[in-house]
């Protein structure tokens, strides 16, 4: 663990998430900036920068968890799929992104590039009232 990390803050239990699922290896919960309602985070609980460091177990129960998601995603809003993907960016702890995808363009448009690529901001942070309705609405699909 991380002090200075705000993901291993997370899994150990002194910042709030609205947390989803866990186990021994991973920790899921929701995006504070989701591009989609449900925009879920799934992070290894050790502490690793970039996905490519994480043990090959935990990557795959990683991906198994990213593709329960998935079919909880598609019952919940019915959309025809879903992404999966990490970037490495904002937080310096690997983290899937699973989000449910309304549009094709959802995670690779310019929608979020209207100032130019240097520009780049993030979606709005819905209130935390919204994001407790949108964490129950996912568990009971879990
Ligand atoms: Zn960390």
Redesign the pocket.
């Known amino acids: ?2 002090d200075d ?5 997370i ?1 150990a239990g002194k910042l709030p998430a609205h947390r989803l699922y866990e186990d021994d290896l991973c920790l899921a919960f929701l995006d504070l900036h989701p591009i989609r309602a449900g925009h879920t985070l799934i ?1 290894p609980k ?4 970039w996905f490519e460091d994480i043990p090959p177990a935990t990557s795959a129960r990683i991906m198994a968890l990213g593709q329960q998601f998935a079919r909880a995603m598609k019952g919940e809003w019915g959309v025809e799929r879903v992404s999966f993907f990490y970037t490495g960016i904002h ?3 690997a983290h899937a992104h699973i989000v449910p995808m309304h549009h094709p363009h959802d995670v690779s448009s310019a929608a979020y590039l209207k100032d130019g690529i240097d520009g780049f901001s993030l979606p709005p942070s819905p209130d935390d009232s919204e994001l407790t309705k949108v964490a129950t609405r996912l568990r009971q699909r879990l």
């Open positions: 663990m991380s990390c705000i993901f291993c803050r899994v992070i050790k502490h690793h920068v937080v310096p702890h």
